[in-house]
């Protein structure tokens, strides 16, 4: 039997501050496995972008043990967790996060520069990716000149470009139109049928019922699962 791609063995994350420790994730055991569609869904601060930067390894747990198509996480050094990063992941924030000095094809050429494509090739397929988020017009836009639904189509190129099997969102239609919101979210479940696994995080239920898996956390901790 093939590993989950996720998996959670009492994960934790605690802040330390000033007045205390904040469990923002508290000993979370979960399976994530391939192919999966799963909502974080939960009130604000309950951990969901806690929970979801430790899976995209931006974040390190406190304790407890996260592995990733069963390797360890703790056992990679940085450049392991860099290269693990740049081809099994793409992460998708609710402020996009683009280069602003970067046009939206060299955005998109990023993960694949970092892996060493050589130009011609991640050119074209920065592109094509941009094709696919319908957004072949706008290739030379810098991020000041695209919409809040343009940047995070862009984004969505970016963290397809290197064909990751998990892709991480934290809130992606938070900040659209409900017009722009479900067009995402039709690109989310294209991804979905295409195989790639799913993790996204969203105040909505709406948006929540149409992954096959909802979980909601509540202080640091699993609810339920539906
Ligand atoms: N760097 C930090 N230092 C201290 N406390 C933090 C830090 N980041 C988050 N927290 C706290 O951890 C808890 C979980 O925060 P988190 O951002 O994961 O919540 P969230 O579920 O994503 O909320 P929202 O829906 O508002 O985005 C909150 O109580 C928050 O105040
Ligand atoms: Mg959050």
Redesign the pocket.
């Known amino acids: 039997m093939s590993s989950p791609v996720l998996e959670l063995r009492k994960l934790t994350r605690h ?1 330390p ?1 000033p007045a205390g420790p ?1 469990m ?1 994730v508290h000993e979370l055991d979960l399976r994530v496995e391939r192919g999966d569609f799963m909502a974080l869904l ?10 979801l930067n430790l899976l995209g390894c931006l974040d390190r747990p406190s304790c407890g043990e996260l592995l990733i198509d069963g390797v360890a996480v703790s056992s990679l050094d940085d450049d392991g967790l860099a290269r693990l990063r740049n081809h099994k992941i793409g992460f998708v924030f609710q402020h996009y996060h683009l280069l602003p000095r970067m046009s939206a094809v060299r955005n998109v050429e990023l993960p694949m520069m970092y892996a060493g494509i050589p130009p011609a090739e991640r050119r074209q397929r920065a592109v094509e990716g941009l094709e696919r988020v319908r957004m072949a017009h706008r290739l030379e836009h810098t991020p000041s000149m695209l919409s809040g639904g343009e940047s995070q189509r862009v984004a969505i190129a970016r963290a397809l470009a290197m064909n990751p099997s998990l892709v991480l969102a934290d ?1 992606p239609t938070g900040n659209l139109d409900t017009r722009t919101g479900e067009e995402i979210m039709q690109l989310f479940e294209k991804m979905h049928r295409e195989g790639t696994t799913l993790v996204m ?1 969203t ?1 909505s239920p709406e948006m929540a019922e149409r992954a096959d898996r909802i979980l909601r ?1 509540r202080d ?1 901790r699993i609810e339920s699962e539906t």
């Open positions: 802040y501050t904040v923002a939960g009130p604000s601060g309950c951990g969901k972008s806690s929970l809130e995080v105040h956390l640091g």
